[in-house]
Nanobody
Framework: QVQLVESGGGLVQAGGSLRLSCVAS????????MAWLRQAPGKEREFVAA????????YYADSVKGRFVTSRDNAKNTVYLQMNSLKPEDTAVYYC?????????????????WGQGTQVTVSS
């Protein structure tokens, strides 16, 4: 069973950038499709981005396409989310999640493994 730990959140001004990291342990990292989801106050958790086991395929929500990039380093058991041109509406707790499926899912319920989340706050 894999354990996930996110880091890299913080407070940034609109237009700025942050890079989130998620380190996995306790499993075979290349077994997992990895994803980032976020949850803003009073809203449901939503899909942000996903990456397949090799890093060769990535998927993004329309709201972040062109601004966010996800990547992974299988040698370091780490997945990243580079967030550029941040907007106040990107403010949320960001979660790293994993599934053993080779397919990515937009629905949070399809992910069996979750990190504890990291807060991202974008000020206007």
């Amino acid at each position: 069973q894999v354990q996930l730990v996110e880091s890299g959140g913080g407070l940034v001004q609109a237009g700025g950038s942050l890079r989130l990291s998620c380190v996995a342990s306790g499993g075979t990292f290349t077994t997992y499709t990895m994803a980032w989801l976020r949850q803003a106050p009073g809203k449901e958790r939503e899909f942000v981005a996903a990456i397949n086991w090799s890093g060769g395929s990535t998927y993004y929500a329309d709201s972040v396409k062109g601004r966010f990039v996800t990547s992974r380093d299988n040698a370091k058991n780490t997945v990243y989310l580079q967030m550029n041109s941040l907007k106040p509406e990107d403010t949320a707790v960001y979660y790293c999640a994993a599934t053993t499926s080779t397919y990515y899912y937009a629905s949070p319920s399809q992910y069996a493994y979750w990190g504890q989340g990291t807060q991202v706050t974008v000020s206007s």
